[in-house]
């Protein structure tokens, strides 16, 4: 069984930062708007379909996943509240099963890209 690469405190520490930044930029230049515009899709599926300008293959997905797990649980908790204090800052909210699917959309969409980049794994 392949073993995954540790996950020190400062890594996570430094994704955490980086994911918080990321964020932040999504809804500072307004581009939380295109994810803002699954508000009528019921699924996933549908979601995914939404955005597909920009999806990551399945193992970056996979590979986000694996490390956003593997993060202090910590730092996972500030990434959400970073994300839940810009999403109380939008006019119009919707229920939070919205802000659910927004958020995943964006784990999808942004955060691969940051988890490889960020600890020099392959896309």
């Keep these: 069984m392949r073993r995954e690469p540790k996950i020190t405190f400062a890594e996570s520490a ?8 990321c964020l932040t930029n999504i809804f500072i230049d307004n581009s939380i708007c295109k994810y ?3 508000g009528g899709l019921e699924t996933e599926l549908e979601i995914l379909n939404c955005c597909s300008d ?5 193992p970056q997905i996979k590979m986000a996943f694996n490390i956003w ?3 202090e649980v910590a730092d996972r908790h500030a990434v959400l ?4 204090c810009l999403y109380a800052t939008l006019p119009i ?5 919205m802000r659910t699917f ?4 964006l784990f999808i969409h942004e955060f691969p890209s940051i988890f490889a980049e960020a ?3 392959p896309d």
């Design 119 to 121: 600890l020099r794994w």
């Design 102 to 105: 927004i958020f995943s959309a």
């Design 93 to 97: 909210m919707g229920p939070a099963k």
């Design 54 to 58: 920009h999806l990551p293959e399945l």
């Design 36 to 38: 803002m515009a699954i």
């Design 69 to 71: 797990g593997r993060m």
């Design 14 to 21: 430094q994704l955490r930062d980086l994911l918080a930044n």
């Design 81 to 84: 509240c970073k994300f839940h």
